[in-house]
């Protein structure tokens, strides 16, 4: 089983950036594909980004593609959302999630932890 915690999220204003973190518990984070998810009030769960086991591949919905990164450090059970040019749309919680026994994936289903989701609010 395996626990996760987000942090990092925050206030900013548009065209700044914020760093959010996924810490997991647990010694078999690198058996797990994770993936971000956000969602904003009266919006649907959106996929945000999503990387695989060993970090050597990633994928990204196309409205943050350029302008967020996913990374993960399997040392230290960590996964990663670097945010840059963020918009007042980008609002939402962001959650983290962790899918085992897959490469990569984008469906919320394939995901087997989720953590609290951490607040991200983006002013214009």
């Known amino acids: 089983q395996v626990q996760l915690v987000e942090s990092g999220g925050g206030l900013v204003q548009a065209g700044g950036s914020l760093r959010l973190s996924c810490a997991a518990s647990g010694r078999t984070f690198s058996s797990y594909a994770m993936g971000w998810f956000r969602q904003a009030p009266g919006k649907e769960r959106e996929f945000v980004a999503a990387i695989s086991r060993s970090g050597s591949s990633t994928y990204y919905t196309d409205s943050v593609k350029g302008r967020f990164t996913i990374s993960r450090d399997n040392a230290k059970n960590t996964v990663y959302l670097q945010m840059n040019s963020l918009k007042p749309e980008d609002t939402a919680i962001y959650h983290c999630?962790?899918?085992?026994?897959?490469?990569?994936?984008?469906?919320?289903?394939?995901?087997?932890?989720w953590g609290q989701g951490t607040q991200v609010t983006v002013s214009s």
């Open positions: 999630a962790a899918a085992g026994e897959i490469a990569l994936t984008i469906r919320p289903t394939r995901y087997d932890y």
